[in-house]
Protein backbone atom coordinates (compact mmCIF):
# COMPACT_ATOMS: atom_id res chain seq x y z
CA UNK A 1 0.00 0.00 0.00
CA UNK A 2 0.59 3.86 -0.40
CA UNK A 3 2.15 4.51 3.05
CA UNK A 4 5.37 4.62 5.26
CA UNK A 5 3.70 2.98 8.62
CA UNK A 6 6.46 3.30 10.82
CA UNK A 7 7.49 6.45 10.16
CA UNK A 8 3.81 7.49 11.36
CA UNK A 9 3.51 5.04 14.15
CA UNK A 10 6.50 6.76 15.76
CA UNK A 11 5.31 10.05 14.94
CA UNK A 12 4.34 10.63 18.60
CA UNK A 13 7.90 9.46 19.88
CA UNK A 14 9.33 13.34 20.38
CA UNK A 15 5.74 14.51 21.97
CA UNK A 16 5.75 11.70 24.14
CA UNK A 17 8.98 12.80 25.53
CA UNK A 18 8.55 16.02 25.79
CA UNK A 19 5.50 15.18 27.94
CA UNK A 20 7.75 12.75 29.81
CA UNK A 21 10.29 15.62 30.28
CA UNK A 22 7.48 17.95 31.94
CA UNK A 23 5.16 15.53 33.77
CA UNK A 24 7.66 14.81 36.49
CA UNK A 25 7.57 18.75 37.27
CA UNK A 26 3.94 18.07 38.71
CA UNK A 27 3.57 14.87 39.59
CA UNK A 28 4.06 15.88 43.45
CA UNK A 29 1.56 18.70 43.05
CA UNK A 30 -0.77 16.44 41.82
CA UNK A 31 -0.69 13.82 43.89
CA UNK A 32 0.21 15.73 47.17
CA UNK A 33 2.47 12.82 48.75
CA UNK A 34 -0.60 11.19 49.96
CA UNK A 35 -0.70 7.04 50.76
CA UNK A 36 -0.23 5.07 47.80
CA UNK A 37 -3.47 4.28 45.90
CA UNK A 38 -4.61 3.26 42.97
CA UNK A 39 -3.72 5.38 40.23
CA UNK A 40 -5.94 7.38 38.27
CA UNK A 41 -6.04 7.99 34.71
CA UNK A 42 -4.35 11.50 34.70
CA UNK A 43 -1.98 9.87 37.11
CA UNK A 44 -1.51 6.98 34.76
CA UNK A 45 -0.69 9.34 32.23
CA UNK A 46 1.94 11.34 34.10
CA UNK A 47 3.15 7.55 34.98
CA UNK A 48 3.58 6.31 31.80
CA UNK A 49 4.73 9.66 30.13
CA UNK A 50 7.40 10.08 32.68
CA UNK A 51 8.62 6.33 31.67
CA UNK A 52 9.09 7.74 28.22
CA UNK A 53 6.03 5.28 27.46
CA UNK A 54 2.67 6.33 25.44
CA UNK A 55 -0.34 6.68 27.85
CA UNK A 56 -3.70 5.08 27.00
CA UNK A 57 -5.92 7.80 24.72
CA UNK A 58 -8.69 8.10 27.82
CA UNK A 59 -5.63 8.37 30.55
CA UNK A 60 -4.49 11.63 28.25
CA UNK A 61 -7.50 12.80 27.81
CA UNK A 62 -7.57 12.94 31.76
CA UNK A 63 -4.75 14.09 31.88
CA UNK A 64 -5.27 17.31 29.83
CA UNK A 65 -8.73 17.38 31.75
CA UNK A 66 -6.98 18.05 35.20
CA UNK A 67 -4.26 20.47 33.73
CA UNK A 68 -7.01 22.93 32.52
CA UNK A 69 -8.99 22.67 36.01
CA UNK A 70 -5.35 23.55 37.76
CA UNK A 71 -4.33 26.21 35.78
CA UNK A 72 -7.93 27.87 36.26
CA UNK A 73 -6.50 28.50 39.63
CA UNK A 74 -3.34 28.65 39.42
CA UNK A 75 -2.31 30.50 36.01
CA UNK A 76 1.06 31.37 37.19
CA UNK A 77 2.07 27.45 36.76
CA UNK A 78 4.41 27.14 34.16
CA UNK A 79 5.12 23.97 33.96
CA UNK A 80 1.65 22.54 33.85
CA UNK A 81 1.05 24.91 31.07
CA UNK A 82 4.23 23.26 29.11
CA UNK A 83 2.41 19.55 30.09
CA UNK A 84 -0.82 21.04 29.09
CA UNK A 85 0.88 22.15 25.53
CA UNK A 86 2.27 19.29 24.49
CA UNK A 87 -0.46 16.96 25.84
CA UNK A 88 -2.80 18.63 23.45
CA UNK A 89 -0.44 18.22 20.62
CA UNK A 90 0.07 14.72 21.39
CA UNK A 91 -3.91 14.19 21.53
CA UNK A 92 -3.93 16.19 18.14
CA UNK A 93 -1.45 13.57 16.42
CA UNK A 94 -3.73 10.08 17.96
CA UNK A 95 -7.44 11.82 17.04
CA UNK A 96 -5.96 13.24 13.40
CA UNK A 97 -7.85 16.58 14.97
CA UNK A 98 -5.90 19.84 13.98
CA UNK A 99 -8.35 21.65 16.49
CA UNK A 100 -6.11 20.91 19.58
CA UNK A 101 -2.73 22.43 17.31
CA UNK A 102 -3.92 25.95 18.02
CA UNK A 103 -4.37 25.36 21.67
CA UNK A 104 -1.17 23.54 22.26
CA UNK A 105 0.40 26.72 21.09
CA UNK A 106 -1.55 29.04 23.44
CA UNK A 107 -0.95 27.04 26.20
CA UNK A 108 3.21 26.84 25.36
CA UNK A 109 3.10 30.66 25.22
CA UNK A 110 1.74 31.24 28.27
CA UNK A 111 4.17 29.23 29.72
CA UNK A 112 6.84 31.28 27.89
CA UNK A 113 5.15 34.48 29.15
CA UNK A 114 5.41 32.99 32.89
CA UNK A 115 8.88 31.88 32.35
CA UNK A 116 11.15 32.84 28.90
CA UNK A 117 13.18 30.42 27.31
CA UNK A 118 16.38 32.30 28.42
CA UNK A 119 15.31 31.50 32.25
CA UNK A 120 15.41 28.27 31.66
CA UNK A 121 11.86 27.29 30.36
CA UNK A 122 13.20 24.04 28.35
CA UNK A 123 9.93 22.39 28.76
CA UNK A 124 8.08 24.82 26.71
CA UNK A 125 10.95 24.73 24.50
CA UNK A 126 10.90 21.16 23.46
CA UNK A 127 6.84 21.23 23.86
CA UNK A 128 7.06 24.29 20.78
CA UNK A 129 9.49 21.60 18.79
CA UNK A 130 7.33 19.07 18.98
CA UNK A 131 4.32 21.11 17.84
CA UNK A 132 6.01 22.99 14.91
CA UNK A 133 6.88 18.98 14.28
CA UNK A 134 3.04 17.98 14.13
CA UNK A 135 2.42 20.71 11.62
CA UNK A 136 5.00 19.95 9.61
CA UNK A 137 7.86 23.26 10.07
CA UNK A 138 10.60 21.60 11.03
CA UNK A 139 13.01 24.59 10.28
CA UNK A 140 11.03 25.65 13.54
CA UNK A 141 11.49 21.99 14.88
CA UNK A 142 15.09 22.16 14.34
CA UNK A 143 15.55 25.59 15.91
CA UNK A 144 13.84 25.09 19.05
CA UNK A 145 15.09 21.94 19.83
CA UNK A 146 18.24 22.71 19.00
CA UNK A 147 17.82 24.99 21.56
CA UNK A 148 16.64 22.93 24.26
CA UNK A 149 19.61 21.07 23.73
CA UNK A 150 22.11 23.78 24.38
CA UNK A 151 20.39 24.43 27.59
CA UNK A 152 20.73 20.56 28.17
CA UNK A 153 22.45 18.38 26.02
CA UNK A 154 22.48 15.56 28.73
CA UNK A 155 18.62 15.28 28.85
CA UNK A 156 16.89 12.62 26.84
CA UNK A 157 13.75 14.29 26.57
CA UNK A 158 15.35 16.95 23.98
CA UNK A 159 16.71 14.37 21.09
CA UNK A 160 13.43 12.57 19.68
CA UNK A 161 11.59 16.07 19.02
CA UNK A 162 15.31 16.64 17.00
CA UNK A 163 15.08 13.53 15.69
CA UNK A 164 11.54 14.27 14.01
CA UNK A 165 13.06 17.20 12.84
CA UNK A 166 16.39 16.87 11.35
CA UNK A 167 14.18 13.79 9.28
CA UNK A 168 11.57 15.90 7.95
CA UNK A 169 14.52 18.21 7.12
CA UNK A 170 16.22 15.32 5.33
CA UNK A 171 19.21 15.21 6.93
CA UNK A 172 19.60 11.68 7.72
CA UNK A 173 23.35 12.26 8.98
CA UNK A 174 21.98 14.69 11.92
CA UNK A 175 19.53 12.53 12.58
CA UNK A 176 21.29 9.43 13.38
CA UNK A 177 23.60 11.29 15.34
CA UNK A 178 21.22 12.58 17.40
CA UNK A 179 19.57 8.65 17.61
CA UNK A 180 23.09 7.71 18.87
CA UNK A 181 23.01 10.14 21.32
CA UNK A 182 19.56 9.46 22.93
CA UNK A 183 20.41 5.41 22.94
CA UNK A 184 23.54 6.65 25.38
CA UNK A 185 21.80 8.47 27.40
CA UNK A 186 18.53 6.47 27.97
CA UNK A 187 16.49 3.47 27.37
CA UNK A 188 13.09 2.29 27.23
CA UNK A 189 10.20 1.59 24.42
CA UNK A 190 10.88 5.01 23.09
CA UNK A 191 14.41 5.04 22.59
CA UNK A 192 13.99 1.20 21.43
CA UNK A 193 11.56 2.58 18.58
CA UNK A 194 12.74 5.24 17.44
CA UNK A 195 16.17 3.20 16.85
CA UNK A 196 14.28 0.61 15.02
CA UNK A 197 13.20 3.39 12.61
CA UNK A 198 17.11 4.55 12.45
CA UNK A 199 17.49 1.06 11.21
CA UNK A 200 14.50 0.88 9.04
CA UNK A 201 15.33 3.79 7.48
CA UNK A 202 19.26 2.86 6.77
CA UNK A 203 17.67 -0.25 4.98
CA UNK A 204 19.03 -2.63 8.22
CA UNK A 205 15.86 -4.80 8.44
CA UNK A 206 17.09 -7.67 10.55
CA UNK A 207 18.51 -4.63 13.06
CA UNK A 208 15.16 -2.64 13.10
CA UNK A 209 13.09 -5.83 13.54
CA UNK A 210 15.52 -6.53 16.82
CA UNK A 211 15.11 -2.63 17.85
CA UNK A 212 11.15 -2.87 17.57
CA UNK A 213 11.21 -6.36 19.44
CA UNK A 214 13.06 -4.71 22.23
CA UNK A 215 10.37 -1.89 22.17
CA UNK A 216 7.35 -4.68 22.81
CA UNK A 217 9.54 -6.67 25.17
CA UNK A 218 10.32 -3.37 27.20
CA UNK A 219 6.97 -1.73 27.12
CA UNK A 220 4.85 -2.00 30.26
CA UNK A 221 1.16 -0.82 29.68
CA UNK A 222 -1.02 -2.00 27.42
CA UNK A 223 -0.94 0.76 25.25
CA UNK A 224 2.78 1.00 25.15
CA UNK A 225 2.70 -2.76 24.31
CA UNK A 226 0.36 -1.96 21.65
CA UNK A 227 2.06 0.74 19.74
CA UNK A 228 4.99 -1.20 19.57
CA UNK A 229 3.82 -4.04 18.25
CA UNK A 230 2.05 -2.36 15.28
CA UNK A 231 5.63 -1.13 14.92
CA UNK A 232 6.50 -4.86 14.56
CA UNK A 233 3.62 -5.59 12.13
CA UNK A 234 4.40 -2.60 9.91
CA UNK A 235 8.16 -4.06 9.42
CA UNK A 236 6.75 -7.46 8.67
CA UNK A 237 4.20 -5.84 6.42
CA UNK A 238 7.20 -3.80 4.68
CA UNK A 239 8.77 -7.23 4.31
CA UNK A 240 5.86 -8.52 2.34
CA UNK A 241 5.02 -10.56 4.95
CA UNK A 242 1.15 -10.11 5.48
CA UNK A 243 0.29 -13.20 7.73
CA UNK A 244 3.01 -12.23 10.20
CA UNK A 245 2.26 -8.39 10.35
CA UNK A 246 -1.10 -9.47 10.89
CA UNK A 247 -0.79 -11.75 14.13
CA UNK A 248 1.45 -8.98 15.44
CA UNK A 249 -1.70 -6.48 15.03
CA UNK A 250 -4.46 -8.78 16.18
CA UNK A 251 -1.54 -9.26 19.28
CA UNK A 252 -2.13 -5.50 19.66
CA UNK A 253 -5.71 -5.03 19.37
CA UNK A 254 -6.19 -7.66 22.20
CA UNK A 255 -4.43 -5.34 24.33
CA UNK A 256 -6.08 -1.56 23.00
CA UNK A 257 -9.13 -3.09 20.80
CA UNK A 258 -9.94 0.49 19.41
CA UNK A 259 -5.31 1.12 18.50
CA UNK A 260 -5.62 2.99 15.29
CA UNK A 261 -2.24 2.11 13.46
CA UNK A 262 -3.13 -1.52 14.42
CA UNK A 263 -6.83 -1.82 12.75
CA UNK A 264 -5.28 -0.21 9.76
CA UNK A 265 -2.22 -2.24 9.77
CA UNK A 266 -5.20 -5.52 9.92
CA UNK A 267 -7.19 -4.61 7.61
CA UNK A 268 -4.28 -3.64 4.95
CA UNK A 269 -2.63 -7.60 5.91
CA UNK A 270 -6.19 -8.66 5.61
CA UNK A 271 -6.91 -7.25 1.90
CA UNK A 272 -2.88 -8.95 1.10
CA UNK A 273 -4.01 -12.25 2.12
CA UNK A 274 -7.35 -11.87 0.28
CA UNK A 275 -10.12 -11.72 2.72
CA UNK A 276 -11.22 -8.43 1.38
CA UNK A 277 -14.38 -8.20 3.03
CA UNK A 278 -13.04 -8.45 6.03
CA UNK A 279 -10.58 -5.99 5.20
CA UNK A 280 -13.28 -3.90 3.79
CA UNK A 281 -14.85 -3.72 7.09
CA UNK A 282 -11.13 -3.39 8.77
CA UNK A 283 -10.82 0.15 6.66
CA UNK A 284 -14.14 1.40 7.96
CA UNK A 285 -13.26 0.96 11.40
CA UNK A 286 -9.76 2.09 10.95
CA UNK A 287 -11.05 5.42 9.58
CA UNK A 288 -13.70 5.71 11.74
CA UNK A 289 -11.04 6.02 14.68
CA UNK A 290 -8.05 8.17 12.85
CA UNK A 291 -8.68 9.47 8.95
CA UNK A 292 -5.50 9.57 8.63
CA UNK A 293 -4.48 11.20 5.02
CA UNK A 294 -2.17 8.11 4.08
CA UNK A 295 -4.73 5.92 5.54
CA UNK A 296 -7.53 7.48 3.37
CA UNK A 297 -5.78 7.24 0.03
CA UNK A 298 -4.60 3.40 0.78
CA UNK A 299 -8.19 2.25 1.32
CA UNK A 300 -8.98 4.27 -1.41
CA UNK A 301 -7.13 2.57 -3.81
CA UNK A 302 -7.87 -0.44 -2.27
CA UNK A 303 -11.95 0.34 -2.75
CA UNK A 304 -11.18 1.27 -6.10
CA UNK A 305 -8.86 -1.79 -6.96
CA UNK A 306 -12.02 -3.82 -6.00
CA UNK A 307 -14.30 -2.17 -8.10
CA UNK A 308 -16.03 -0.25 -5.26
CA UNK A 309 -15.48 3.36 -7.27
CA UNK A 310 -18.05 5.09 -5.75
CA UNK A 311 -16.24 4.67 -2.32
CA UNK A 312 -13.37 5.08 -3.22
CA UNK A 313 -13.98 8.90 -4.80
CA UNK A 314 -15.56 9.22 -1.66
CA UNK A 315 -12.32 8.22 0.28
CA UNK A 316 -10.56 10.26 -2.70
CA UNK A 317 -12.72 13.69 -2.10
CA UNK A 318 -12.31 13.31 1.70
CA UNK A 319 -8.65 13.66 1.61
CA UNK A 320 -9.06 16.96 -0.37
CA UNK A 321 -10.71 18.83 1.94
CA UNK A 322 -9.36 17.34 4.88
CA UNK A 323 -7.30 20.34 6.45
CA UNK A 324 -5.11 17.79 8.75
CA UNK A 325 -1.20 19.28 8.95
CA UNK A 326 1.36 16.73 6.94
CA UNK A 327 -1.25 16.14 4.44
CA UNK A 328 0.75 17.39 1.58
CA UNK A 329 2.48 14.07 0.13
CA UNK A 330 -0.83 12.10 0.28
CA UNK A 331 -2.93 14.76 -1.47
CA UNK A 332 0.40 14.74 -3.67
CA UNK A 333 0.07 11.25 -5.21
CA UNK A 334 -3.91 11.27 -4.94
CA UNK A 335 -3.86 14.09 -7.96
CA UNK A 336 -0.57 12.46 -9.02
CA UNK A 337 -2.65 9.23 -9.98
CA UNK A 338 -6.36 9.99 -9.23
CA UNK A 339 -6.58 13.55 -10.16
CA UNK A 340 -4.52 16.54 -11.65
CA UNK A 341 -1.02 15.91 -12.04
CA UNK A 342 0.32 19.50 -12.41
CA UNK A 343 -1.80 20.01 -8.88
CA UNK A 344 0.46 17.57 -7.64
CA UNK A 345 4.11 19.00 -8.98
CA UNK A 346 2.30 22.66 -7.33
CA UNK A 347 1.83 21.16 -3.84
CA UNK A 348 5.01 18.77 -3.28
CA UNK A 349 7.18 21.77 -4.88
CA UNK A 350 5.69 23.77 -2.53
CA UNK A 351 6.57 21.27 0.43
CA UNK A 352 10.21 21.03 -0.96
CA UNK A 353 11.08 24.53 -1.50
CA UNK A 354 9.92 25.18 2.74
CA UNK A 355 11.98 22.94 3.80
CA UNK A 356 10.19 19.47 3.88
CA UNK A 357 12.97 16.77 2.42
CA UNK A 358 12.32 13.39 3.72
CA UNK A 359 12.49 10.87 1.14
CA UNK A 360 8.22 10.20 1.35
CA UNK A 361 8.40 14.10 -0.77
CA UNK A 362 11.76 13.06 -2.79
CA UNK A 363 9.68 10.01 -4.16
CA UNK A 364 6.31 11.51 -3.75
CA UNK A 365 7.57 14.70 -6.15
CA UNK A 366 9.59 13.08 -8.54
CA UNK A 367 6.36 10.66 -9.16
CA UNK A 368 4.40 13.55 -9.47
CA UNK A 369 6.77 14.97 -11.92
CA UNK A 370 6.68 11.95 -14.29
CA UNK A 371 2.82 12.13 -13.87
CA UNK A 372 3.24 15.15 -15.36
CA UNK A 373 5.39 14.71 -18.27
CA UNK A 374 8.82 15.50 -16.86
CA UNK A 375 10.45 12.06 -16.72
CA UNK A 376 13.91 13.06 -16.78
CA UNK A 377 13.74 15.72 -13.51
CA UNK A 378 11.17 13.46 -11.89
CA UNK A 379 14.21 10.74 -12.08
CA UNK A 380 16.57 13.27 -9.71
CA UNK A 381 14.49 12.86 -7.25
CA UNK A 382 13.65 9.33 -7.39
CA UNK A 383 17.01 8.58 -6.82
CA UNK A 384 17.48 10.80 -4.09
CA UNK A 385 14.63 8.70 -2.26
CA UNK A 386 16.12 5.52 -3.62
CA UNK A 387 19.64 5.97 -2.82
CA UNK A 388 18.96 7.43 0.81
CA UNK A 389 18.47 3.62 2.20
CA UNK A 390 14.71 3.00 2.99
CA UNK A 391 14.06 -0.03 1.57
CA UNK A 392 10.45 0.79 -0.05
CA UNK A 393 8.75 -1.35 -2.61
CA UNK A 394 6.43 2.05 -3.96
CA UNK A 395 9.74 4.20 -4.13
CA UNK A 396 11.10 1.14 -6.54
CA UNK A 397 8.04 0.59 -8.60
CA UNK A 398 7.94 4.91 -8.96
CA UNK A 399 12.23 4.66 -10.01
CA UNK A 400 11.32 1.47 -12.03
CA UNK A 401 8.57 3.19 -14.18
CA UNK A 402 10.20 7.00 -14.68
CA UNK A 403 13.32 4.71 -16.30
CA UNK A 404 10.73 3.00 -18.24
CA UNK A 405 9.55 5.95 -19.48
CA UNK A 406 13.45 7.40 -20.21
CA UNK A 407 13.63 3.74 -22.34
CA UNK A 408 16.35 2.81 -19.65
CA UNK A 409 15.38 -0.86 -19.72
CA UNK A 410 17.81 -2.22 -17.23
CA UNK A 411 17.50 -0.25 -14.51
CA UNK A 412 13.76 -0.20 -15.15
CA UNK A 413 13.83 -3.77 -15.04
CA UNK A 414 15.85 -3.90 -12.01
CA UNK A 415 13.53 -1.76 -9.74
CA UNK A 416 10.41 -3.37 -10.77
CA UNK A 417 11.95 -6.64 -9.64
CA UNK A 418 12.99 -4.84 -6.71
CA UNK A 419 9.68 -3.39 -5.89
CA UNK A 420 7.98 -6.88 -5.98
CA UNK A 421 10.72 -8.78 -4.25
CA UNK A 422 10.42 -6.11 -1.27
CA UNK A 423 6.75 -6.39 -1.00
CA UNK A 424 4.75 -8.05 -3.86
CA UNK A 425 1.52 -6.76 -2.07
CA UNK A 426 2.90 -3.21 -1.49
CA UNK A 427 -0.30 -1.74 -3.78
CA UNK A 428 -3.85 -3.36 -4.59
CA UNK A 429 -3.62 -1.33 -8.27
CA UNK A 430 0.51 -0.67 -8.33
CA UNK A 431 1.64 -3.82 -7.64
CA UNK A 432 -0.37 -5.58 -10.56
CA UNK A 433 1.15 -2.77 -13.11
CA UNK A 434 4.98 -3.27 -11.70
CA UNK A 435 3.63 -6.68 -13.00
CA UNK A 436 2.69 -6.37 -16.14
CA UNK A 437 5.71 -3.64 -16.70
CA UNK A 438 8.07 -6.27 -16.15
CA UNK A 439 6.20 -8.28 -18.46
CA UNK A 440 6.51 -5.51 -21.16
CA UNK A 441 10.41 -5.22 -20.51
CA UNK A 442 11.07 -8.95 -21.42
CA UNK A 443 13.75 -11.15 -19.91
CA UNK A 444 17.31 -10.01 -19.94
CA UNK A 445 19.08 -12.51 -22.21
CA UNK A 446 20.95 -14.98 -20.44
CA UNK A 447 24.33 -14.28 -21.69
CA UNK A 448 24.54 -10.63 -20.72
CA UNK A 449 27.54 -10.35 -18.19
CA UNK A 450 26.23 -10.40 -14.60
CA UNK A 451 27.44 -7.25 -13.67
CA UNK A 452 24.48 -5.33 -15.92
CA UNK A 453 22.06 -8.15 -14.79
CA UNK A 454 19.69 -7.65 -11.55
CA UNK A 455 20.66 -8.68 -8.69
CA UNK A 456 18.54 -8.91 -5.22
CA UNK A 457 19.67 -5.98 -3.01
CA UNK A 458 21.36 -7.15 0.06
CA UNK A 459 20.47 -5.20 3.40
CA UNK A 460 24.09 -3.83 4.55
CA UNK A 461 23.60 -3.99 8.39
CA UNK A 462 26.42 -2.50 10.66
CA UNK A 463 28.81 -4.45 12.50
CA UNK A 464 27.56 -6.29 15.99
CA UNK A 465 25.84 -2.91 16.90
CA UNK A 466 25.56 -2.95 20.89
CA UNK A 467 22.71 -0.26 20.06
CA UNK A 468 22.02 2.41 17.58
CA UNK A 469 25.00 4.35 18.52
CA UNK A 470 27.20 1.72 16.83
CA UNK A 471 25.35 2.40 13.26
CA UNK A 472 27.93 3.36 10.98
CA UNK A 473 27.30 6.96 9.26
CA UNK A 474 26.57 7.17 5.71
CA UNK A 475 26.73 10.11 3.57
CA UNK A 476 23.24 11.03 2.50
CA UNK A 477 22.15 11.67 -0.54
Known sequence: MRSENVSRTVLACGVGAVLAATALLYVPELFGGEPRRPPGPAERAANAAHAGARAALPDLVALIGDRETWLTSHPGDEASWAVLGAAYTERALRRADPADLPRAEEALKRSLAVRPA??????????????????????????????????????????????????????YKAAQKATETLAELHSGPAVSALSARLYRNRGWREDAGVAAADAVALAESDADKAAALARLGDLAWERGEPEEALGSYETA????????????GRARSLAALGRTDQAVHGWQTALARQPLPDLLLEAGELFESLGRDGDARTLYERLRTQRLPRAEVARGLLEA?????????????AEWARGHREVRVADALGWALF????????????KRANDEGLRSALFAYHRGEIERALEEGGPARRHLAEALRINPYFSPLLAPRAREALDALGELPDELPKDVRPEVRQDVRPQQPKKAAQAPARKPA
Open 337 to 349: DHGDPAEAVRLLR
Open 253 to 264: LRLVPDDPPSLA
Open 371 to 382: RSGEPKEALVYA
Open 118 to 171: ARGNTDAELGMAALANARGDFAAGKRWGEQARAAGPKRWSAYPPLIDAYEGLGD
